[in-house]
């Protein structure tokens, strides 16, 4: 069976699976933190934990069409990269909010990056084959 989009469609799942990992983080970080459900903010360690999470969340419906609209008209490999890229973004993201504020600027730098990329990649291929 031939698959139009692998790279793109491997990545899909790559972006579910960080975002099923920070989902677990801050299940850990709940019971780490005695922070019982339904409650959303507990100490400082479990907010920044939770604010990763919910980051990545809002990330979610910007990455994905970017990356789907990358995949389809730029390159579908290069898409897979960039999704590459961007889950490295997002883990590092967490893993140095966790310690910090100040320490989540390179992985949310990295993932934006990734994101603007793939978005400004296709709009720009998209905008240049209307005016040639």
């Known amino acids: ?3 139009p989009y692998p790279f793109a469609t491997l990545a899909t799942g790559l972006v579910i699976l960080i975002y099923n990992w920070t ?5 850990k970080a709940r019971k780490l933190h005695g922070v019982d459900y339904p409650n959303t903010h507990g100490p400082d360690a479990f907010n920044r934990i939770w604010r990763a999470h ?9 990455f994905l069409p970017a990356l789907w609209m990358f995949a389809v008209i730029v390159s579908d490999i290069w898409a897979g990269v960039l999704a590459l890229v961007w889950a490295i973004g997002r883990v590092l993201y967490l893993k140095g909010y966790a310690v910090a504020p100040a320490k989540r600027s390179t992985g ?3 993932a934006m990056l990734a994101n603007a990329i793939a978005l400004f990649g296709a709009m720009g291929v998209v905008i240049w084959q209307l005016i040639a």
Do not use: H, K, R, Y
């Open 1 to 3: 069976m031939d698959f």
């Open 23 to 27: 989902s677990m983080e801050v299940g």
């Open 54 to 62: 919910q980051n990545t969340l809002e990330a979610l419906p910007q």
């Open 108 to 110: 949310f730098s990295i």
